[in-house]
């Protein structure tokens, strides 16, 4: 009698498996996803090897190569769910290894979006001492509506994650679900384009003029790309038969970026999702100084906006850490510039002039003149001079 099972290739499965997996289905190449691990190319395609095998199938069951290239790969169909099932997989391995790594227990899951990176570097440094804050990235395309709330929200109902940074729940979410949740306010973000600095103008961007550009923007779905298209029907200028020319959507904002350093159109995204690009802030690259992140604003001279929380379970003074930790996470938004805050963002001015000056101001064009009338008032100061 033969002692082979069905489930044979799933006795040598491991969760290396699945996390290789994950990650050449993000990053489209067995060299990249090699380095990442620090092994060889042939290794990740053993492994890969093994799971397709445990699927019933040869190669090309989960991935397969991209036509015409050399070497990029994509998930299958199948692979695409296969990847949902080891990312739930993996989310709650997190959870137990952050239990496994505190004696009592007391260590929470913070899930952070790419950009909030910058926040959560700074909660993790001003509680180091504590050994509480355990980070969890979350990937670019969770910004997605629908797939925060399911992806993301839900794994903090069922205490995968302690908290969250990104979106509130979604109002059309039942009352159950939202009364599970406790949120707070961090900043509020507006919508912002990324202009050359030679066509800053005002200072700002009316919506209408949108229709003069062709825009690199995120797909449908995502809060800002819904915002914008709302926000344009709202207004009449669809009425009016204008419409928004996307040359290119993406997920991935620094590909949208890149695309504009090289002039093949106008970003849209929000300011703390821009905030990393920005002239001067750390992903900036050597194209960013030709750039100014303007604020878009209706007919009405009021900016788009949306607000970013930090979310947690309801009882969250039942749960040791948490409440510390949301006061870090507001305490790093205070420390971060560039991030507007909780206050209401004022009206564009009204003024041309008033708009002009706010502009030069922002773009530094003053900086070395207030400089030198510091220095002098400095100086007299030094000097006992009335």
Known sequence: MSTDRPDRHFDRLRIKHLRVFDALTRRGRYRSTAAQFGATDQHIRDLVDDLEQAFGGGPGTLVTQVAGTRGAYVPTPAGEQARDIFGQILNLLD???????S??????????????????????????????????????????????????????????????????????????RRKGLQTNLLYTARLEAMVPVERVGDGHLELHRLAEHELLLPPPGFRSRDILDSSFVESGLADRGLRLRVVKPSQVTGVLVKMGWDGLGTVVLPSDIALPYKAGSYSAGPDADRFAWVPLVTGANTHLTHGVYVTTRA???????????????????????????????????????????????????????????????????AAGTP
């Not at 913070?110 to 969890?136: E, S």
């Not at 963002?345 to 003024?351: G, H, I, K, T, V």
Request: charged share 30%; net charge negative.
């Open 95 to 101: 959870a137990a290894e952050r239990l496994r790594g």
């Open 103 to 176: 004696a009592t227990g007391q260590q929470r899951l913070l899930a952070f979006l790419p950009h909030h990176t910058q926040l959560v570097t700074k909660v993790m440094i001003a509680l180091r001492d504590r050994d509480i804050v355990v980070p969890h990235t979350l990937d670019e395309l969770d910004r997605a509506g629908g797939r925060f709330e399911e992806r993301v929200l839900d794994n903090v109902r069922r205490r995968v994650y302690d908290l969250v940074i990104g979106p509130p729940p979604e109002r059309r979410a039942s009352d159950r």
């Open 315 to 381: 009882n969250r003074d039942a749960e040791p850490g948490v409440q510390e930790i949301v006061d870090a996470v507001a305490a790093a938004v205070d420390a971060t510039p560039g991030l507007e805050g909780t206050d209401p963002l004022p009206a564009a001015p009204a003024d041309r002039a008033a708009r002009s000056l706010l502009a030069d101001l922002a773009g530094g064009r003053y900086d070395d003149q207030l400089a030198a009338i510091r220095a002098a008032v400095d100086a007299r100061a």
